[in-house]
């Protein structure tokens, strides 16, 4: 069985709403820092954190973070 | 928060940053006067020739070590109040600049540490050869200082608030990612400069003493490099 494959679309859904790094680590009060290094898989959150950023986005969580095959 | 409520908080910050330069020119002044009594220090059992003077300098290089240990102490707390009561002023906290200033702060703390290393080094080769007096026991033990601060900084889930008075707040996520990476950078360096302690003191014990304040700051460097590191690379993109 093939390792589970985490893809992360955080940038793709905050460009679509129209917002900067900065302007959605204000609304989920994390750093900007923070949303870059998930952006750029530096970092993976967790479940509160991605949580947090799906609420300040008004998504579902598997739309930001899913696992793939 | 009211309107009211955030130009008091302007005007306390403004009053704070006026008492600070107060306090700044107190540090310089210390500074300055920590770095006279080395020069002159180092330069009298020259002039003395005697065993009297040597240790009398000797103890002075010590004294005047331990203000300028204290001075940087105390500068970082006050750069820290004085960045929070910048940032009252400028209309709210930039945390991404309070979490880079503190890697940058680790990095000069555990840079500074490899003076009181150089010193403890010295200090262990001296005891190390039963030729140690007690300012060499101080100085092999307080080399120990600067790994100290920069390890406990990186080992504590805590984030040093910049707001005077206020207490720590729990560290931000990413803020425990970087200081976990770092904690098995410092491991790995701690592992490799302990070997070769180990190595060194297979050919002569005493070596093992004196090159023991090298690991200590080998761990302390490499674990505030790499968060230094981490931050910065979180920084861009």
């Known amino acids: ?69 | 928060m009211g309107r009211a409520t955030a130009e008091e908080m302007k005007s306390r910050a403004r009053a704070r940053l006026s008492r600070q330069r107060l306090e700044w020119g107190l540090l310089a002044c210390l500074v300055l006067a920590a770095v006279i009594l080395m020069v002159v220090a180092a330069r009298a059992p020259e002039a003395a020739r005697a065993p009297e003077a040597a240790l009398l300098s000797m103890t002075a290089v010590f004294f005047a070590l331990v203000v300028l240990g204290l001075v940087v102490v105390m500068a970082f707390d006050l750069w820290g109040k004085r960045q929070a009561d910048l940032e009252v002023l400028a209309g709210g906290p930039d945390k991404d600049q309070v979490q880079s200033s503190e890697a940058f702060g680790l990095v000069f703390l555990a840079a500074l540490g490899l003076l009181y290393m150089a010193f403890g080094v010295e200090a262990g080769w001296r005891i190390a050869s039963q030729t140690g007096d007690i300012d060499d026991w101080w100085s092999a033990i307080f080399s120990l200082a600067m790994p100290g601060v920069v390890m406990s900084t990186v080992l504590s889930d805590k984030f040093r608030t910049r707001q005077a008075g206020a207490l720590p707040k729990p560290a931000d996520e990413l803020v425990i990612h970087f200081r976990r990476h770092a904690l098995v950078w410092s491991f790995r360096a701690t592992l490799v400069a302990l070997a070769a302690l180990y190595v060194a003191g297979l050919y002569d014990g005493r070596l093992a003493v004196a090159g023991a304040p090298i690991v200590f700051e080998a761990a302390a460097l490499t674990a505030a490099l790499r968060y230094w590191w981490l931050d910065r690379a979180a920084s861009h993109g």
């Open chain 1, 1 to 69: 069985m093939a390792e589970p494959r985490l893809v992360v679309r955080l940038k793709e859904v905050r460009t679509a709403a129209g917002l900067t790094q900065q302007e959605l680590a204000d609304r989920a009060r994390v750093s900007r820092k923070t949303v870059n290094t998930i952006e750029n898989r530096i970092f993976t959150p967790s479940v509160v954190v991605a949580l947090t950023l799906a609420k300040a986005l008004g998504v579902p969580l598997d739309v930001l973070f899913e696992l793939t095959d």
